[in-house]
């Protein structure tokens, strides 16, 4: 009977996941480095969402991953730069800006839908309830 609530909050669980990647690849926009300081860009990541709880996939509902995107880096030419090779080029991360806020627009309404949904699927069960008692 509340397997619905169920995959609401797995829905809304799965947007959060979403939300908090889009927001580490804003933040990370320009990081030409790694966690151990080697001239390795931050690579950006994004979800992937498939069907089935994540503790137990043949229950209703949806989990999400996060992957790494293996699109090239960008390049840009700034011979000063301390992270510049040979030729001058930088490499920065594979993102890009407009994108990552098209994601979050997307990801903040499927959130709200999540939620919408929830309190339509609770609203029923009260109303159930009420005629019942």
Do not use: C, W
């Not at 889009?22 to 994004?46: D, H, M, Q, S, V």
């Not at 000063?80 to 991360?93: E, R, T």
């Not at 999540?114 to 699927?121: A, C, I, K």
């Amino acid at each position: 009977m509340f397997d619905i609530l169920d995959v609401g909050a797995s829905g809304l669980q799965a947007q959060r996941v979403r939300m908090d990647t889009i927001a580490a690849n804003i933040l990370n926009i320009n990081t030409t480095r790694n966690e151990k300081g080697e001239k390795i860009p931050f690579r950006r990541r994004f979800v992937s969402m498939a069907a089935g709880m994540a503790g137990n996939r043949n229950k209703p509902g949806v989990h999400a991953q996060i992957e790494i995107d293996k699109t090239p880096f960008r390049t840009q030419y700034e011979p000063g730069h301390p992270d510049a090779d040979a030729n001058g080029y930088v490499k920065y991360p594979n993102i890009d800006l407009a994108i990552e806020q098209v994601n979050a627009m997307e990801a903040s309404r499927a959130y709200e839908a999540n939620v919408t949904m929830m309190e339509v699927t609770k609203a029923m069960l009260n109303s159930t309830l009420r005629l019942i008692a």
